[in-house]
Nanobody, 117 residues
Framework: QVQLVESGGGLVQPGGSLRLSCAAS????????MGWFRQAPGKEREFVAT????????AYADSVKGRFTISRDNAKNTVYLQMNSLKPEDTAVYYC??????????WGQGTQVTVSS
């Protein structure tokens, strides 16, 4: 059974930083594309960032480019999202995703990020 467990969310002031982690189990972590998505209240879930299996290719939403960095450690079955210069509009539940070449998709339960003074 595949499990993705996010952690690292919380309350932070505008301009602050947070590092999210997503630990995977029950899956062949190293062969999957990993991604972060987020969903704000009343809005649809949106793409934030993605990283390929080897960590050599990344992509970001325009709204987070230059502020967020996605990385992965295949030895630890973990993907990270370093978030700097946080803004109130970054407030959302952040979800971890694994996409396999078979078409299978897995999601974590989400972690709340609140940016407020």
């Amino acid at each position: 059974q595949v499990q993705l467990v996010e952690s690292g969310g919380g309350l932070v002031q505008p301009g602050g930083s947070l590092r999210l982690s997503c630990a995977a189990s029950g899956t062949i972590f190293r062969v999957g594309t990993m991604g972060w998505f987020r969903q704000a209240p009343g809005k649809e879930r949106e793409f934030v960032a993605t990283i390929n299996w080897s960590g050599t290719s990344t992509a970001y939403a325009d709204s987070v480019k230059g502020r967020f960095t996605i990385s992965r450690d295949n030895a630890k079955n973990t993907v990270y999202l370093q978030m700097n210069s946080l803004k109130p509009e970054d407030t959302a539940v952040y979800y971890c995703n694994q996409a396999l070449s078979s078409g299978a998709n897995f999601w974590g339960q989400g972690t709340q990020v609140t940016v407020s003074s």
